[in-house]
């Protein structure tokens, strides 16, 4: 059985989520507009039309069966994510119930499981009314639901740009998942532009039936790309299998075909005849059989490419060997890599090249993309062998967690739904111009990278990162958080705010990876009142980690907190971030250059916003150590015009700041507790170049305002203002292109 996940949301929010049993007639199911209801799980059996609509994920939990009358609508751009958990996930179209699932090429259906990984999840399995050669009829290995008849005309629906991906479940050893099964589904039934991403057992079965298929890909499935019995029929044309090696699999792949009659009877009828137009099917170099054909089944193959398997064309079994020979079935411009393996000495190579065909061919696709070169019908919408494993396509929502590297591509769109985690020893890549978008619906979304995990967010000047939500206000959603393996002067160590993930350690140069020109948006989501989500947290970052051009928009708890660690930042803004714009504590010593915060009057956010810094060492402990003291160089930090704290520096910490200006509140600089203001007092901490717009404050009257007018550079500038958050972007000649929101 799959391992039971990890559940980190709260039972009142697995409490909301809405369970598909029994739905109204013609329901559509809808998290977004005006009045978004719940993410959805699927579960269970529809006795009536269910819809799901476009852009949004659904969870698959355990078996959904579409039961005979009704139809499942599936709108472009769906993503269903089958659960981790210990319920085998799978979908059951029954005899006489349809699906409709009608992706397009830039928003294909996309059917994955949280577990990045084949045998993740069962697949699709659907049941229709035409033939199968099986005696008595069939039932489904899955869902031992029946199928067969005598309609060949019967219609189960639609597939039409659909990606299964990790499918393979494995039920027991002879009943394991493919990614979509079809059994005696008639020519009826639509189906194109379909593929199977690295499932653990075949990507598309028939087992009888009449359907016609067009336009599907296989990619890097264990067990057979293609696979048929029990008297199928229907046509093929544009098929495209791929296999990786076993070494950069981790696990070996049969067949790029394997097709029989019947194996208890070969010449049970009707025949598995079908017609084979236009195929590139390319293995992972190992022995083995490409394509298999057996136990009685014909076949007509034209314009056929299969090379990459040691036995690129194996024929066995007298009825099929004979229907070769006699023209029963015939293949016509075959090109094999190797000769013909003929069990029975029947179909021989040299009948196969009698026939114009041509054995011991090279092949010529070094790549995926020379595939596509030749066939821009699956441009676009697929996985490809030689990109990343888990490049996640436009569109996709990202949920759940990896345990290997993903990477969202450049200028394309995305959605978070739930915890997104990066396992140790994955990485995140996100590419220039990729925006985020948390959903918004009952579940709290949030970025958390563990430690050994990394996150590679690199954008530019004029094509930023964007992380931000469907529901645009402070508040909305969870944020990014990051666990490094530098030190931490919690006692025992500590545990991420959001996520309980462990962080610290001595790994002072540790590497969390780089955010370069990325900004978040309307974080802040409240768990508690304990427990608010800033725009980035740094939970022991090392200072092998690169984090320059980042901003925090419109938070409704801290912009950018450090909880200990080295990691060194630069060119940093907060705008209008209801809680504290950087916030440090646990002793981060790290360096932060280039830092302006702003803050809009509360008369015209709705809300008030504290500080400009606030800054700790640790609050249990004043003196713990190591002691937090950041090195800060060139700062604007502007509030809000109300009363209140500018920078606090407190309970212990320390700090070298050197060139601010700090204006807009009452007490633009503050300092207290005795351990923050001896080290001011004793130069261990510095003040210079500081100017404020209102009077110095001094809690404990140890470091007093003469003390601090008589630091190099230090003054009190009461007409010191910044009009605009224009007017203090203007002043900061570090932001340059247009990667800082200002509206």
């Not at 990614?179 to 009826?188: K, M, Q």
């Not at 495209?240 to 070996?252: F, K, N, P, R, V």
């Not at 929502?397 to 739930?418: H, M, P, Q, R, W």
Request: one cysteine or more; hydrophobic letters at 30%.
């Amino acid at each position: 059985m799959k391992r039971m996940n990890e559940k980190l949301f709260s039972l009142a929010f697995l409490a909301g989520l809405t369970l598909f049993t029994a739905c109204s007639d013609d329901e559509t199911t809808d998290n977004g507009g005006d009045n978004p209801t719940s993410e959805t799980t699927l579960t269970g059996s529809i006795t009536e039309d269910v819809t799901l609509t476009s852009g949004t994920t659904y969870r698959l939990s355990g078996q959904y069966i579409v039961e005979e009358g009704a139809t499942l609508t599936i709108e472009p751009g769906v993503q269903i994510v089958a659960v981790h958990d210990d319920i085998v996930d799978y979908i059951l179209v029954k005899q006489g119930a349809r699906i409709e699932a009608e992706g397009t090429a830039s928003s294909p259906i996309i059917m994955t499981s949280e577990q990045k990984e084949p045998g993740a999840w069962g697949g699709i399995h659907i049941c229709g009314r035409a033939h199968t050669n099986a005696e008595g009829g069939g039932y489904s290995e899955i869902g031992n639901a029946p199928y067969g008849g005598n309609d060949d005309s019967d219609n189960s629906g639609t597939l039409r740009y659909v990606r299964v991906e990790y499918t393979g479940y494995a039920f027991d050893e002879e009943h394991e998942a493919n990614g979509i099964s079809f059994y005696g589904v008639g020519n009826g039934t639509t189906v194109d532009h379909c593929q199977a991403y690295r499932g653990s057992d075949d990507g598309f079965e028939f087992f009888g039936g009449s359907v016609n298929i067009s336009n599907m890909v296989v990619t890097d499935c264990s067990d057979d790309s293609f696979d048929w019995t029990e008297g199928w029929n229907g046509t093929a044309t544009n098929l495209i299998a791929t296999q990786e090696s076993e070494e950069t699999l981790g696990y070996a792949c049969d067949c790029l075909i394997e097709a029989d009659n019947n194996e208890q009877n070969h010449s049970a009828t009707p025949v598995s005849a079908p017609t084979i137009k236009n195929a590139i099917l390319i293995g992972n170099g190992a022995a083995g059989n490409g394509v298999h054909l057996r136990r009685g089944t014909q076949v007509k193959m034209e314009n056929v490419q299969i090379y990459g398997k040691g036995d690129a064309l194996h024929v066995e079994s007298p009825e099929t060997e004979n229907a070769l020979l006699d023209g029963t079935s015939t293949m016509s411009n075959v090109k094999i890599s190797g000769v013909v393996l003929s069990d029975e000495g029947t179909y021989t190579n040299e009948e196969f090249e009698a026939d114009g065909n041509e054995s011991n061919q090279v092949n010529p696709y070094s790549s995926y993309d020379d595939i596509i070169a030749e066939n821009s019908w699956a441009a676009g919408w697929t996985q490809s062998w030689n990109e990343s494993s888990n490049a996640l396509a436009d569109g996709s929502t990202l949920i759940g967690e990896i345990s290997e590297d993903v990477t969202l591509g450049a200028g394309n769109t995305y959605y978070l739904s739930g915890q997104y985690i990066v396992r140790e020893g994955a990485t995140l890549n996100i590419e220039e111009g990729v925006t985020l978008i948390a959903k918004y619906d009952e579940i709290v979304d949030y970025i958390l990278i563990e430690q050994g995990a990394k996150i590679n967010a690199v954008g530019t000047a004029d094509a930023p990162i964007v992380m931000t939500s469907e529901r645009e206000e402070a508040g909305a959603w969870g944020g990014i958080h990051i666990c490094g393996r530098a030190h931490t002067n919690a006692e025992g160590g500590g545990y991420s705010e959001i996520g309980n993930a462990p962080y610290g350690g001595d790994v002072e140069d540790d590497n969390s990876g780089t955010l370069q020109y990325v900004r978040v948006e309307y974080t802040g989501y409240a768990f508690d009142e304990e427990h608010e989500a800033n725009g980035i947290s740094f939970y022991g970052v090392g200072n092998g980690t690169t984090v320059d051009h980042c901003q925090a928009y419109k938070g409704s708890d801290d912009g950018f907190e450090f909880f200990g660690g080295s990691v060194n930042v630069s060119d940093m803004v907060v705008v209008s971030c209801s809680d504290d714009s950087f916030d440090w504590t646990e002793g981060w010593n790290g360096t932060g250059t280039n830092l302006m915060a702003y803050q809009e009057a509360e008369s015209s956010l709705g809300y008030a916003c504290d500080c400009l810094i606030e800054a700790d060492n640790n609050g249990d402990n004043n003196l713990a150590e190591p002691v937090a003291h950041p090195n800060l160089s060139n700062l604007l930090l502007v509030g809000n015009g109300a009363d209140g704290r500018g920078v606090r520096l407190r309970e212990g910490t320390q700090v070298t700041m050197d060139n601010a200006r700090i204006c807009g509140k009452s007490m633009p600089l503050t300092v207290e507790t005795e351990p923050t203001e001896n080290a001011l007092l004793d130069g261990t901490s510095s003040l210079t170049n500081i100017t404020i717009s209102a009077d110095f404050v001094s809690e404990e009257g140890i470091f007093t305002t003469d003390n601090f007018l008589a630091g190099e550079g230090n003054s009190v500038d009461t007409s010191l203002s910044i009009a605009s958050l224009n007017d203090a972007i203007a002043a900061c000649d570090w932001i340059e292109g247009s990667w800082v929101k200002v509206d």
